[in-house]
């Protein structure tokens, strides 16, 4: 176990694209996650999954099949915050469609699939899979299932915060330049017009009103027709 947190410790978060971080992570996974013989993180946004990274063709085929499907281990486990766990695909009960394709079309017999502890714009879930039944039977496996899932989070909400923080960004951008151009436009009003600030505001209320269009709209319309026939 310690040698799985050293190993993920050292996983480079910052300058980089989430799916290059959970590429190493789920590459971290394969090798340090007793029974693994392929890895995958699944994310799940506006209730849509994908894999976001994976390590070995047979995760990615069996996640596959789960979206196919609309359920399974990996999406139930993220969408349900619970660990579920399959020691044999072939006494298997649960996901009796799901678990038919996996059996006719891969060669996975057991996997293991964690959720990740974070819930917000995404959710989500680690999963193990290996070609031999009960592979993730041991405490081991699921003690480093866990430790990889929190890492993959801390990811997750990582990129999460930068997103919010770029649109935060771009919304301040925009409200200043809209703020920017109604002065304009109040201005181009206020000489044209000999009204005061609070009556060149208004003319452009209401014709936002009468337009039905953006008051920003209104007032770049205004500022490039100045500018037109200067």
Not at 42 to 50: G, N, P, S
Not at 129 to 138: E, G, L, N, V
Request: glycine share 8%; proline share 3%; charged share 25%.
């Amino acid at each position: 176990m310690d040698d799985v947190l050293r190993q993920l410790s050292r996983v480079a978060f910052a300058g980089r694209e989430l799916s290059d971080v959970l590429g190493d992570i789920t590459g971290i996974a394969a090798g340090a996650i007793p029974g693994a013989e392929a890895v995958s993180s699944t994310l799940i946004r506006d209730d849509k999954a994908f894999t976001a990274a994976y390590s070995g063709e047979m995760a990615l085929a069996a996640d596959e099949l789960q979206y196919a499907q609309g359920h399974g281990p990996c999406v139930d486990a993220g969408r349900g915050g619970v660990v579920l766990r399959i020691d044999d695909m072939r006494t298997e009960q649960r996901w009796p469609d799901y678990v038919a394709r996996v059996l006719r079309e891969t060669d996975v017999r057991s996997s293991l699939s964690v959720p990740l502890p974070y819930q917000g714009s995404s959710i989500g879930a680690l999963n193990v899979y290996s070609t031999k039944p009960t592979a993730f039977a041991s405490p081991e496996s699921l003690a480093a299932g866990l430790e990889v899932a929190e890492t993959i989070a801390v990811a997750v909400a990582n990129a999460d915060a930068h997103a919010q923080l770029v649109d935060q960004a771009r919304n301040m951008r925009i409200a200043m330049e809209s703020r920017a151009v109604i002065e304009q436009a109040k201005g181009v009003l206020m000489a044209q017009r000999h009204c005061t600030p609070e009556q060149a505001f208004e003319i452009l209320r209401q014709a936002s009103q009468r337009y039905n269009r953006k008051l920003r709209e209104i007032a770049t319309g205004i500022v490039e027709g100045v500018q037109e026939g200067a």
